[in-house]
Nanobody
Framework: QVQLVESGGGLMQAGGSLRLSCAASGRSSFSYKVMHWYRQAPGKQREWVAAITSGGSTNYVDSVKGRFTVSRDNAKNTVYLQMNSLKPEDTAVYYC??????????RGQGTQVTVSS
């Protein structure tokens, strides 16, 4: 059973930085086709934020372009979301979601990011 575990969230002042991690555990042979980061703010729908493919291609929602960077460490089965120049509107629960090479969707439990003004 593969599990995705996010970490790195917390409380940060506007303009600060946080790095989120999404680590896959439970199966050493786990691989993914694409890993997504989503977020959901209170009272709002879940929003796609960024993605990275197994080949390293990345994509971002316009609101985070130039501020967020998604990267991966295949040896550690971990994907990161570096978030710089944080804004209060970035406040949300952030989730990672993987489409595994087995075409199964895996989702983490989320990590809270709160940005104060």
């Amino acid at each position: 059973q593969v599990q995705l575990v996010e970490s790195g969230g917390g409380l940060m002042q506007a303009g600060g930085s946080l790095r989120l991690s999404c680590a896959a555990s439970g199966r050493s042979s786990f691989s993914y086709k694409v890993m997504h980061w989503y977020r959901q703010a209170p009272g709002k729908q879940r929003e796609w934020v960024a993605a990275i493919t197994s080949g390293g291609s990345t994509n971002y929602v316009d609101s985070v372009k130039g501020r967020f960077t998604v990267s991966r460490d295949n040896a550690k089965n971990t994907v990161y979301l570096q978030m710089n120049s944080l804004k209060p509107e970035d406040t949300a629960v952030y989730y990672c979601n993987a489409l595994g090479s087995d075409y199964v969707n895996y989702r983490g439990q989320g990590t809270q990011v709160t940005v104060s003004s």
